[in-house]
């Protein structure tokens, strides 16, 4: 079977009409505004990627958060939607751009069955939480105020852009958790933005000044000023002793499977569980990798790193 190409995190989606008519609309702007005044579009720019999108939940988690105990937190001036499910010890999730804690419904499902208790919350501008617009930043910080109120947790589990912001969070501000288990990570953020440079008919200068008015923008949000591969997974995972599981698809379509490749080859304490036919966000359903997980959580702490210099690394294949 000839395997599917990669596509872009940004515009993978199968978007209607007018959202696909507004994006050719914006590259043509970028294609005009980047040529006299890339810092001007760079500016507009930022304020593009900062704006995620929402798109309805469907009634699998409409219904998590009817089982839920929902309230809704003051967390640096914004009301952040806190799910939580069970009783136990308690594992945070934090998932994707344009995402909701609802995605996690699966997973949650089998630790609240498992004996222990699932929190998740919609980041700053997703799903029931308050704002238009946020960034990697203030998610992290999000993430590290409610992950204090919590600790010790047994676990953080991420997807995706919110893998990526356990990795920032556990570097940047060493919160008090056994393991990581992150699905879907990508491993550059360097790579983030020129993929979004990509969707949207950006010049590598308008992205440069993108970046430039951000770093200026939000010089002390992470408490010290900060670069941009100060961010990226590739170098936060590196800063991390825990025990990280690993989950990736093969035919990840929005973030492709080299990117858990290249985290496995520089940590050491990786574990990769690997599927093939599941793709971005239905490896966060599939029964193999749920218990993979529980199996990963409940596995006693080895108190070393892995032995591998490498990591180590396990496949399943989901192919019809």
Same mark, same amino acid.
């Given at each position: 079977m000839k395997r599917k190409q990669s596509g872009n995190p940004f515009n993978s989606h199968k978007f209607p009409l007018r959202v696909r008519l507004f994006f050719a609309t914006l590259r043509k702007l970028f294609g005009i505004l980047g040529s006299v005044a890339p810092k001007l579009a760079g500016k507009l720019a930022l304020r593009l990627f900062m704006t995620p999108p929402r798109f309805p939940a469907p009634r699998r988690e409409r219904l998590a958060v009817q089982n839920s105990q929902l309230q809704f937190q003051q967390i640096n001036g914004q009301q952040i939607a806190v799910y939580r499910? $069970?009783? $136990?010890?308690?594992?945070?999730?934090?998932? $994707?751009?344009?995402?909701?804690?609802?995605?996690?419904?699966?997973?949650?499902?089998?630790?609240?069955e498992a004996g222990y208790q699932a929190v998740s919350f919609d980041a700053p501008a997703h799903g029931k939480s308050s704002g238009k617009r946020t960034n990697m930043l203030e998610v992290t910080n999000t993430l590290v105020t409610l992950a204090e109120s919590l600790a010790p947790l047994k676990a953080v589990v991420g997807h995706s852009f919110g893998s990526g912001i356990v990795l920032l969070a556990m570097s940047r501000f060493q919160i008090t958790a056994e393991k990581l288990i992150l699905f879907s990570c990508f491993d550059d953020i360097y790579w983030v933005t020129d993929q979004f440079g990509e969707a949207f008919g950006m010049s590598s200068e308008v992205i440069g000044a993108m970046r430039e008015e951000a770093q200026r923008r939000y010089a002390k949000q992470l408490g010290s000023t900060w670069q941009w591969r100060d961010l990226s997974p590739l170098k936060t995972i590196q800063t991390i002793e825990h025990e990280i599981l690993l989950l990736h698809d093969r035919e990840d379509l929005e973030v492709p499977y080299r990117h858990a490749e290249n985290l496995l080859a520089v940590a050491p304490q990786v574990r990769l569980h690997? *599927?093939? $036919?599941?793709?971005?966000?239905?490896?966060?359903?599939?029964?193999?990798?749920?218990? *993979?997980?529980?199996?990963?959580?409940?596995q006693p702490l080895t108190g070393v790193p892995a032995s591998n210099s490498r990591g180590s690394t396990d496949d399943q294949n989901h192919q019809q």
């Open positions: 499910w $069970g009783e $136990g010890e308690p594992i945070l999730f934090s998932h $994707g751009w344009g995402g909701r804690g609802s995605h996690f419904h699966a997973l949650v499902e089998v630790l609240v690997t *599927t093939s $036919g599941l793709g971005h966000k239905k490896i966060l359903r599939d029964q193999s990798c749920l218990q *993979t997980c529980l199996a990963f959580i409940q």
